[in-house]
């Protein structure tokens, strides 16, 4: 059973930069895909960011050019780097794991791992 495990999140001001973690408990990512979701107070869980094990990477139009998806595969672990949050960002966020994958995917659905989430909190 893969476990994920995030990291990372906090209090940002909004303009600010956060990067989060997912570590995963043992190697997934031949032909994998990983993600990041979040969810808002009151919202449904929304994806922001998915890659495959060979680096192909979607991600929601709400993030695009503020948000990076990025992974090690030596340390079994994915990160995302957010830039520039906007107030409307803050949110718990997930990160996922589905294996075989072949399309990076920010369907919630097509992932079968799942971390606890951790909290990032955007104010002005």
């Known amino acids: 059973q893969v476990q994920l495990v995030e990291s990372g999140g906090g209090s940002v001001q909004a303009g600010g930069s956060l990067r989060l973690s997912c570590a995963a408990s043992?190697?997934?990512?031949?032909?994998?895909?990983m993600g990041w979701f979040r969810q808002g107070p009151g919202k449904e869980r929304e994806g922001v960011a998915g890659?495959?094990?060979?680096?192909?990477?979607r991600y929601a139009d709400s993030v695009k050019g503020r948000f990076t998806i990025s992974q090690d595969n030596a340390k079994n672990t994915l990160y995302l780097q957010m830039n520039g949050l906007k107030i409307e960002d803050t949110a718990t966020y997930y990160c996922?794991?589905?294996?075989?994958?072949?399309?990076?995917?920010?369907?919630?659905?097509?992932?079968?791992?799942w971390g606890r989430g951790t909290q990032v909190t955007v104010s002005s």
């Open positions: 890659i495959t094990t060979d680096g192909r990477t």
């Open positions: 996922a794991a589905e294996n075989p994958c072949y399309e990076p995917r920010l369907n919630r659905w097509g992932f079968s791992y």
């Open positions: 043992e190697y997934i990512y031949s032909s994998a895909c």
